[in-house]
């Protein structure tokens, strides 16, 4: 009789650094100590070379280096000059940063709900927020790329033009990631993008980056990142430290040489989950009657930073995960209207139905470019299970 190997599962992380690591160890190491014999830690050549690298990467003529995803949003909106008085529209359903930083540039932020196949900022709410009393005092629009996939620009150029707005990328979640071809970072009047660890582009440790299409953005945003200082110690405004330090900068200049290989691996991982989904007979089109899979605009270059799909009875399921020691996240559990500290805001429950609803359903499934098939196939294997 011959033995039946037992098969033994292996965990499966939601993002596994260590293997990105090690493949690129040692470029990595030298690059840091190229920055550390320098000596010159803070905006150093490493900063601007990254700079240059990010601009050409995004199309974008302008890029500037500073210290988190969170205060690239601040300084594109106040390098855009927009402050006290000044309202901003954006969705409830994003990472808190967007909101806090409209917030910390002295701006009101006003919240229009999600496009239900996208859980991008929808266009037509944005619309009804300017027609509304409130839509007086906008000034920008900032949708978030969310995932992965850039917002409906056609339209929210469309917006810009008609109502004489600024137009605002958060684009944390969308290093390389396109509309209609064009790179987010050159979409709008200026992007902000994050390079927190987890994200596609990755530093090690906080840094982010502002892009624009504009000669004034870009001047003021390089003041502002730095004091508000133009000569030493004279401070012509206020400012912040911001500013990104050179051991980062020399990190992301590195990474970035593989990313368009990371986002296309990315791409074939959603593919695959797609694939095994419809294998195991799971999909369907609503989520009261099974799992619905992510959908792309087909004018948007999806980089899919995170495979998102929507489910029923998602808690349980992600328990279901849990125990088997399989990774999964939710982005994100509570809207940003709904948030404790933002109740100021004047919003309530049921004022955004289709970002609540995605609050409950939304799953995030491992995702990295390192991630395995077999590890995949597991994955799909015990969601069928919960299922069965
Ligand atoms: C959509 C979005 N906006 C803003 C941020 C803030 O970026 P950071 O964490 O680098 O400050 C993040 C990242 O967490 C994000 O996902």
């Known amino acids: 009789m011959t033995d039946v190997p037992t098969r033994t599962q292996q965990p499966v992380p939601m993002l596994d650094f260590s293997r990105q690591f090690a493949t690129l160890r040692q470029e990595i190491l030298d690059s840091i100590e190229a ?13 601007t070379s990254f700079e240059l690298a990010a601009a050409t990467a995004c199309a974008a003529p302008h ?32 990472f808190f940063a967007t909101v806090s930083a409209i917030l910390r540039c002295g701006a009101t932020p ?12 929808s266009a037509p709410a944005v619309e009804k927020v300017l027609h509304s009393p409130a839509g007086s005092n906008v000034k920008a629009i900032l949708p978030v790329h969310l995932y992965g996939q850039c917002a409906d620009w056609d339209a929210f150029t469309a917006l810009k033009q008609h109502h004489n707005l600024v137009l605002i990328e958060d684009a944390a979640q969308a290093f390389g ?39 004034a953005i870009d001047d003021h945003a390089r003041v502002l990142r730095a004091h508000g200082m133009r000569r030493r110690y004279y401070h012509d405004e206020i400012g912040w430290n911001s500013r990104l330090d050179s051991i980062q900068a020399a990190v992301l200049e590195v990474k970035l040489r593989y990313l368009p290989k990371w986002n296309q691996q990315r791409r074939d991982h959603a593919a695959r989950y797609d694939q095994l989904f419809h294998a195991a007979k799971l999909t369907a089109s609503s989520v009261t009657e099974g799992i619905v899979l992510p959908i792309t605009d087909p004018r948007a270059g999806h980089v899919f930073h995170q495979y998102v799909i929507r489910v029923p009875r998602r808690d349980a399921l992600r328990q279901h995960l849990a125990d088997q020691k399989i990774g999964s996240e939710i982005y994100y ?8 500290s933002l109740t100021t805001l004047g919003y309530k429950q049921g004022d955004f139905p289709i970002s609540e609803a995605a609050a409950h359903e939304v799953l995030a499934l491992p995702m990295y470019p390192e991630l395995r098939e077999d590890e995949q196939q597991t994955v799909v294997d015990a969601i069928a299970t919960f299922y069965a």
């Open 177 to 215: 990631a396109t509309w209609n071809n064009i790179p987010a970072g050159a979409l709008g009047d200026a992007a902000a993008f994050s390079f927190y660890p987890t994200k596609n582009l990755s530093a090690m440790g906080d840094a982010g980056l502002v892009t624009t299409t504009s000669a």
């Open 63 to 94: 890029a500037i280096g500073c210290a988190s995803g969170t205060d690239a949003i601040w300084l594109a909106l106040a390098a855009a000059n927009i402050g006290l008085g000044d309202a901003v529209i954006t969705t409830p359903f994003s």
């Open 110 to 121: 006003l919240l229009a709900d999600i496009d239900p196949a996208t859980f991008n900022l």
């Open 35 to 47: 920055v550390c014999t320098s000596q010159h830690f803070i905006l150093g050549p490493q900063v």
């Open 333 to 340: 559990p509570l809207p940003l209207h709904l948030q404790t």
